[in-house]
């Protein structure tokens, strides 16, 4: 319950950000989807999103917490968003260029910043995040990335799925994987 609690007001401080940076009402539809599993679990769970394209963060913390944090947006969600943060009509942006791409990788590291820094002021760690890498690529050359190079096919890994929606309208989903040790995980709670 602390480990929902710590997300759910992270994810509510993200969407504040965002709130900021679009000068609309965003909002966050709080939800319960939070587990812990490993990463061979992952990759085996994702197995048939595998090949959708999504806009991804990476973004890596050392210091009291040493974890891979990646921020996952679907590219449907993704072009809703960037269509909001550029005042255009709805379903305007269809396709991913260059500019999509590049404010999608700003909005991720928004949102994944404040979320670490969120952790940071609530578990009284010092945590310092790495400079974010930015992906436009299939879901799964993403995690598989992260997952092998930084061999977490057997640590685990903390899955937590949010909705962030403008106020009054449909949502968009998003997905944090906290990718570590257990015995990191524990530091964020204890």
């Known amino acids: 319950t602390d480990l929902l609690a710590l997300f759910e007001n992270s994810f509510s401080d993200a969407t504040i950000s965002l709130s900021q940076l679009t000068g609309r009402e965003m909002t966050i539809q709080k939800r319960s989807d939070l587990e812990l599993i490993s990463g061979e679990t992952l990759i085996n769970r994702i197995g048939e999103k595998m090949d959708e394209t999504c806009f991804g963060s990476l973004i890596k ?8 944090i990646v921020f996952v947006v679907d590219e449907k969600d993704g072009l809703g968003l960037y269509d ?13 260029d260059q500019d999509v791409i ?52 057997d640590k685990k890994i903390l899955c937590a799925d949010t909705i962030i929606s403008e106020k009054g309208k449909e949502g ?19």
């Open 61 to 68: 913390t050392n210091a009291d917490i040493h974890s891979n």
């Open 102 to 153: 590049k404010a999608m990788g700003e909005i991720n590291n928004i949102l994944s910043s404040s979320f670490i820094n969120h952790v940071a002021n609530y578990s009284k760690k010092e945590i310092h995040p790495s400079v974010p890498q930015s992906k436009y690529d299939m879901l799964g050359a993403i995690m598989e990335g992260v997952i092998l190079q930084d061999e977490m096919n």
């Open 172 to 190: 968009f989903h998003t997905r944090m994987f906290i990718m570590t040790e257990k015995q990191e995980l524990e530091k964020l709670v204890s």
């Open 84 to 96: 909001i943060i550029c005042g255009n009509a709805e379903g305007t942006s269809t396709q991913a």
